[in-house]
C-alpha cells in the first residue's frame, strides 16, 4: 500500500497514512474501504476498477489482456502478484474508521 515503487496508490489516493507525505487527492479516501466494500468488490476495484468504471483512471493492478498503452518492459504483466493484490484488499478490509 505504502510502497511508492509499487502500485503507487498514494499518488492519487489519501489514506490515514499521517506519516506518509503527499498523498492525492484524485480518488477516494481509503480511510474506512473496509466499512464501504467486502472483501471482492475491494478486489475487483484492484484487479480491475473498469469493470466498474469503465472510464476509471486507476490501471488494473492485474489485468494483463486488452491493455494498449503499456511500456513493453510491462506487456503482459501484472502491476501486483495475486499474493499483492491479496495483502492489499487484507490491509484496506481492516480499515473501519
Not at 499521517?18 to 474506512?32: C, M, N, V
Not at 472510464?55 to 501486483?80: E, F, H, N, Q
Amino acid at each position: 500500500m505504502l510502497d511508492r515503487r509499487l502500485g503507487a496508490c498514494l499518488l492519487c489516493h489519501t489514506g490515514p497514512f499521517p506519516e506518509e507525505r503527499f498523498q492525492g487527492t484524485l480518488a477516494p479516501d481509503l480511510a474506512g474501504t473496509g466499512s464501504r466494500w467486502s472483501a471482492g468488490q475491494l478486489r475487483l476495484r484492484l484487479v480491475d476498477a473498469t469493470r466498474l468504471k469503465p472510464d476509471t483512471i486507476m490501471p488494473p493492478y492485474y489485468r494483463v489482456d486488452g491493455l494498449t498503452l503499456v511500456g513493453s518492459a510491462w506487456a503482459g504483466k501484472p502491476i501486483l502478484t495475486a499474493e499483492q493484490i491479496e495483502d492489499v484488499v487484507a490491509f484496506l478490509s481492516t480499515s473501519r474508521e
